[in-house]
Structures are given as structure tokens and as C-alpha cells.
Nanobody, 125 residues
Framework: QVQLVESGGGLVQAGGSLRLSCVAS????????MGWFRQAPGKEREFVAA?????????FYAESVKGRFTISRDNAKNTVYLQMNSLKPEDTAVYSC?????????????????WGQGTQVTVSS
């Protein structure tokens, strides 16, 4: 069983920054894909970014966040981060961390096996 716990959400003004954290526990994460998704009210969950953990590190971003968000990891802490800069009101959503038991990066929510509870990010204009 895998547990994912997010933190770091909050309220920030447009143009500001936040860093989300996702602590993973329950098993070794030697060959996983870790992803961040978000869901705004009334909208479907959408892919934000993913990091391939093993078999050669790789990252992938949604076009809407490319150049503003950065996904990274800390192996010693089993933690994945999402650094969000130049935030916009349209970035407001519940952000969730997810894990996929494969090194093939996917952008669809149904491809991920484990999910955290989510953390709210609100960007005011």
C-alpha cells in the first residue's frame, strides 16, 4: 500500500509563488512516475506535471504551466515537490499528488494507482 500526503497549499496573490510537497510512504519508489494533477470547481481533473522516478529521470509538463512550474524530488525524504511561480488566478484548484507503478509517464488520471487527499491553492487577482 502506498500513502501520499500533500502539503503547502494556501492563498497567494497573482504573480506569487507556492511550493507543494508530496511525501510518499509504504514501499520503495525506485521505479515510479509521480504526478501532480489539479481540479478546479466545476471542471475535470487535469494533468499538471510528472516526474519519472527511476530508469533515467524525466519530467513532463502541461503547456499551461510550462516555464512557471517545476517538479522535483528529494530521494532521501521520499518527497516530490511542485514549485509554482508566477501564479495566475486560473491556477486556483485543488492540487493532488499521484503515483503510477510504471516508469512510462502518462497524463491521464486513470493511469495513476495512488492518490493523495489534495491541497487547496487559491490565487487572488
Amino acid at each position: 500500500q502506498v500513502q501520499l500526503v500533500e502539503s503547502g497549499g494556501g492563498l497567494v496573490q497573482a504573480g506569487g509563488s507556492l511550493r507543494l510537497s508530496c511525501v510518499a510512504s509504504g514501499r520503495a519508489f525506485s521505479s515510479y512516475t509521480m504526478g501532480w494533477f489539479r481540479q478546479a470547481p466545476g471542471k475535470e481533473r487535469e494533468f499538471v506535471a510528472a516526474f519519472r522516478w527511476g530508469s533515467g529521470d524525466a519530467t513532463f509538463y502541461a503547456e499551461s504551466v510550462k516555464g512557471r512550474f517545476t517538479i522535483s524530488r528529494d530521494n532521501a525524504k521520499n518527497t516530490v515537490y511542485l514549485q509554482m511561480n508566477s501564479l495566475k488566478p486560473e491556477d486556483t484548484a485543488v492540487y493532488s499528488c499521484a503515483a503510477r507503478t510504471s516508469v512510462v509517464i502518462k497524463t491521464t488520471p486513470e493511469s495513476y494507482n495512488y492518490w493523495g487527499q489534495g491541497t487547496q491553492v487559491t490565487v487572488s487577482s
